[in-house]
């Protein structure tokens, strides 16, 4: 009897020792987990990174952006990163860090305001023949430029979220155009052209239906305001040899091709056949629409005292020189013409009116 007492007594011995050594393992702590963290991205001023309330990194602004590569010792949910600006210590971010996957990324974009967890890449392409134009992004001013433009940005925002791009006219509150920036388009572009009233942005470069030929889209604007009887023009086309000189008589196609342009100034399509060779040239003359009148009354500076006007039949302006409309087969492009004119002393004192300066505008919208 005693023994088996006794036997009884050792078997609870060992079953609670085996107990108690289980419960002892369970309370050690588990063992850390090594992660890889990468921070990337842009800044506008320094910041401090900091692990567990320790400076792990730093990086400076304008030095080619974030890039933080780092290996954390992450044990319990209590491993917080912390991103703060070093000049006034004020934390921007908290982040917690997990224990796993092992590769770990974070996105951060910081414009000295608000730290955003995306960018998008912007280009802005357009021209204005006069005045200066203001770029503003939710409402705050980006830059204002005169003429052409082409600028790239980088447009921070937030993943699924959307910001606003306007443009006015410095010193107006007006908004002219308006775009909406999407987070989804890594490469989003602006383009857009501006006559000093209007502003357009919508102009499709569409292809040649015929790929022999060239699809032209233009506006006209007048240099003689004060003569021009503002009504849409026809442009009517000549062929003429490049270099020739600028009193010499194009050859007009047969049959006859017009292209009229509004007098509203809004932009419209044609397209042109190929010309005879590469050292040939579009000129044109400018009638009022329909007919062969000229689209101007008699008047200084057009018409000097003494100067008719005659049909100009295709010659090409001293400002116009040889850069008429050069032929690019497949090719979509995109004009500002300008009406122009050349004096001829003799035979007689005539006033050739043709076209002035063209001003490609085709890169704004490709």
Known sequence: MKLKIFTLFFLSAVVALSLSCRKA?????????????????????????????????????????IGVKTLLAVQDQNSILKIRNKATAEILLTKTIAAAPFDQNINVFYDGIKIYNNAISLRIKGYALSGELEFLLDGNLLFSATGAVNKPYSI???????????????????????????????QQNI???????????????????NPANMMLTAKFETTFPNQFKNIDVDLVFYTRL?????????????????????KNGSFNSIELPALPGPNYIYSFDIFEKGTTNDPYISGTPLVLTGYTIKPNEGRITSI???????????KSKLYLITDGKTNVSTPTKSVYISGGRLTDLSQYFQ
């Open 320 to 330: 116009f020189a040889d850069n008429g409309i050069n032929f690019e087969a497949g």
């Open 242 to 262: 490049k270099n020739a000189s600028n009193t010499t008589v194009g050859t007009k196609l047969i049959p006859e091709l017009r292209f009229t342009l509004p």
């Open 191 to 209: 383009g857009y052209f501006f006559d000093g009233t209007k502003l357009v942005d919508n102009v499709k470069l569409d292809p040649p239906v």
């Open 25 to 65: 393992e369970l309370l050690q702590p588990e063992p850390a987990k090594i992660i890889q963290l990468n921070i990337t991205g842009t800044t506008d001023v320094d910041l401090e990174y900091l692990y567990k309330d320790s400076i792990i990194a730093s990086t400076k602004a304008g030095t080619g952006g």
């Open 156 to 186: 921070l925002i937030d993943k699924g979220t959307t910001r606003e791009i306007s443009i006015r006219k410095k010193g107006e509150t007006a908004i002219l155009l308006t775009k909406t920036i999407e987070s989804t388009a890594a």
